[in-house]
């Protein structure tokens, strides 16, 4: 992706639809006269006169209990340095966002302009009543250390430095993993410390509350290693500095056995590196760039435990896998403050999750036959799932029992249950689904390249490594399209109708007549479909010079299945293909089906459709729980359609007793535990979350998964072809970018799943 596409996709993405990333939503109903007299005047009233006879009141009647202000002077913002506080709003949002997603923590970001130490307190001091905690971010050192030291002192809420602390938590329980791996004493180790800013000095101290010695720490700065007689040091930078007689770097590393850089790229040498002592441990944690390659540090030695910030590596030493949770455990006690305590508890509970067999979700997602402890595996993924209800209590607990928790948990299983009950919210399967295609990119055919948007589609694909796009259509109007995005990357682009196709045309027409030739298909009439994009797409799959394809978004969907069917074929076993939609909804992922195709299946046809949809369920990694969708419950109608639920149900019940699965229900039983659990206990659905809804025909399904795109805002992922024999997927009509960039990952995973079962 060129700089100047990179930039102009940056601002867009920041500037519409709406400028900004996060939004205040209303938490209650305000749609009569009647709400909004309890909202505001006169009801509001009725909370206010709780507050004021006891103050611990507003934690339950207002959003503070769940609210955290991300604050900051954008003195130390990312890697750009001292831009202000307007400029770093950005950078705040941001940060609002993964409270979100990750533990369900409502933000507000907080820009002061105020670099004075003392009215940058007064100014958060003087706010902090609206606020359950305060995340600073993003502020200069030494500063950062005073003013959180300050307002740890000065306020009754949780106040944490994420730049110094969070690198620190993760770091810790990484280093603490990875000296257990190599049977190395965290006294006895010589640690090098390549940076001296607030992340630095947090990190080195935790270090030493896990047991290492001050005299066997190196830090360096830009100016090279901290020695005692050096001029103008803070106060910070005086507690590691050395006696040694050594000035550089490359003279701290020899005999290291550990090396933390939180400094900047490229600046650790091989040389340096084989100095190091036996079964040396780096965290190269600068980003974009580490101070040494996870690659080239690998190669030069095969004894080195290796992390870096980058997700595209093992042992990712991410930010995220700290404050959302430790923020979460904080506020659900009502902490005063986020104690040493409370950070190590962070770094066991951390250190501790990494030697936990690890949920098959989890392999999946990162494309591992089986995740577990060891030098590639020392800290948790940032997207195990488990992080939400593991790391919360942890925190909580030492909250607890250090004595800085106001409202104590009592029932430990149903907090579990609570934060589980967190983990539904964003379109996290989405980043999922993404991150597990990056890991084996597969080949694309898009059929329709020669339309803008399926071109920027490609593009996407292409520049974020999901797969490798092969593009058809008309040659020339690609080429312009190309140029007119600034897609400089060279891709195949084969247009069907061309002389230049005529051999690969005729070939693939043989092929197909060879098929089709005693139903009614004449070897002239092959030749002449070949010329068609979906029929020369399809046969690029079948002959395995392409691994999967995307088409349908110039042709109506019905047009197109056929072909595809014809061409692709059902896979062993499947007498029906099928369609599902993943539905990102408020209450977490749902898959839908049939959503287009099948218009009135058989009872035998919906027991096959839910095995299908079960399958692809289990493929993202999730427990599938499957409703089967109808107007009554449980024999309440005899209905004909009633009975081929029923039928369909007793079918699975019968044959596949694995597959958590009941009806007919109607779709606010099946969706609502509570009202499922008072009315009907026997079935087999209580207690579990419903994820995946079978629906008795193509309207319900089809209407159903439009309206909840279009009235709910739910993200639609889909719909995806279930029973084909190799990996072709039809997307709507006039379907956006972003739907066509998923259904891709669909499709690369969906490659993936096939060339791995015939291994």
């Known amino acids: 992706m060129s700089d100047s596409r990179k930039r102009h996709e940056a601002l867009l993405y920041h500037a519409k639809p709406k400028p900004g990333k996060i939004e205040v939503i209303p938490t209650k109903k305000y749609a009569t006269q009647h709400d909004l007299a309890l909202a505001y005047s006169p009801g509001v009233a009725e909370p206010c006169l709780e507050i004021s006879k006891d103050q611990k009141n507003v934690y339950k009647y207002t959003a503070k209990g769940n609210l955290v202000a991300v604050i900051t002077n954008g003195t130390a913002v990312l890697g750009l340095g001292d831009i202000g506080p307007l400029a770093s709003k950005p950078v705040m949002e941001g940060k609002g966002l993964l409270f979100k997603i990750f533990a369900d923590i409502d933000v507000f970001d907080i820009e002061i302009d105020a670099t004075d130490v003392d009215k940058f307190v007064e100014t958060v001091k003087a706010i902090a009543p609206t606020f359950g905690g305060i995340n600073l971010e993003d502020i200069k050192a030494p500063e950062a250390f005073e003013i959180e030291k300050r307002l740890i002192e000065e306020l009754d809420i949780p106040v944490m430095h994420d730049d110094q602390h969070g690198t620190a938590i993760i770091s810790a329980a990484a280093l603490k993993n990875a000296l257990e791996i190599i049977e190395k004493d965290i006294a006895e180790v010589k640690i090098v410390v390549n940076g001296a800013g607030a992340a630095a000095i947090s990190c080195t101290r935790l270090y030493l509350r896990l047991g290492a010695k001050n005299e066997n720490i190196v830090m360096c700065d830009s100016k090279g290693v901290i020695r005692r007689d050096r001029d103008n040091l803070t106060s910070q930078k005086q507690e590691f500095a050395t006696t040694e007689d050594i000035n550089t770097l490359e003279e701290a590393m020899q005999n290291a056995d550990v090396f933390i850089g939180l400094s900047k790229g490229d600046i650790v040498t091989p040389e340096m590196l084989l100095s190091m002592s036996k079964d040396p441990i780096v965290f190269a944690m600068a980003n974009p760039i580490p101070e040494i390659s996870y690659d080239l540090a690998c190669a030069t030695r095969d004894d080195i435990i290796m992390a870096t910030g980058r ?117 996290k399967e989405i980043r999922l689904l993404h991150n597990r295609a990056k890991r084996s990119p597969k080949s694309i055919v898009f059929a329709e390249a020669d339309h803008l948007d399926v ?23 690609i080429l312009a399209l190309k140029e007119e995005l600034g897609f400089t990357a060279e891709v195949p682009i084969y247009d069907p109708k061309t002389d230049e196709e005529l051999e690969r045309r005729n070939y693939f027409a043989t092929k197909y007549w060879e098929t089709r030739q005693r139903k009614g298909i004449s070897l ?57 939609n993943l539905m990102l909804t408020k209450q977490g992922p749902m898959f839908l089906a049939d959503t287009t195709i099948n218009v009135n299946p058989s009872a035998k046809e919906l027991a096959k459709i839910s095995q299908m949809t079960y399958k692809i369920a289990k493929m993202f990694g999730m427990k599938p729980n499957i409703a089967m969708l109808s107007f009554s419950n449980f024999g309440s109608s005899k209905s004909e359609s009633s009975r081929k639920i029923q039928d369909a149900v007793s079918y699975i019940h019968r044959y596949f007793p694995n597959v958590n699965i009941d009806g007919e229900l109607q779709a606010d039983f099946a969706l609502n535990s509570e009202m499922l659990a008072k009315e009907f206990p026997f079935s087999k659905l209580n207690g579990k979350k419903v994820n995946v809804l079978i629906f008795p025909n193509l309207e319900s399904a089809n209407i159903t998964y439009k309206l909840l795109k279009q009235i709910d805002g739910s993200e639609s992922v889909g719909p995806i072809i279930l029973g084909f024999k190799k990996p072709a997927h039809i997307i709507q009509l006039g379907a956006s970018v972003d739907e066509m960039v998923n259904m891709a990952a669909v499709a690369v995973v969906d490659a993936q799943q096939k060339q791995r079962k015939k291994k």
Not at 338 to 356: G, H, P, R, S, Y
Not at 378 to 387: E, S, V
Not at 547 to 568: A, N
């Open 311 to 427: 997700s595209d590596h093992p042992n990712q030493v991410n930010n995220v896998l700290g404050f959302p949770f430790i923020f979460r455990g904080a506020l659900d006690v009502r902490a005063t403050k986020i104690n040493e305590e409370m950070k190590m508890a962070a770094v066991n509970a951390l250190a501790d999750l990494a030697k936990q067999s690890v949920p098959e979700q989890v392999n999946i997602v990162y494309d591992e036959v089986s995740l577990s402890f060891g030098k590639e595996y020392i800290i948790p993924k940032p997207f195990d799932p488990r992080l939400i209800y593991e790391i919360p209590p942890a925190i909580a607990k030492a909250a607890i029992e250090s004595g800085v928790a106001l409202e104590p948990i009592d029932d430990w299983d149903k907090y579990r249950d609570q934060l589980m009950d967190r983990s539904g919210i964003g379109s």
């Open 455 to 477: 071109l920027k589609a490609a593009q996407r694909v292409l520049e974020e490594k999901i797969g490798k796009p092969i593009l058809l259509g008309r040659k020339d109007v």
């Open 524 to 580: 002239h009439q092959a030749k002449k479909l070949m010329r068609e994009r979906n029929y020369f797409a399809a046969m690029m799959v079948n002959e395995g010079q392409a691994d999967s394809l995307i088409t349908g978004y110039s042709r109506p969907y019905p047009t197109i299945v056929k072909p595809m069917i014809e061409l692709i074929g059902k896979d062993k076993g499947v007498s029906r293909i099928a369609a599902t």
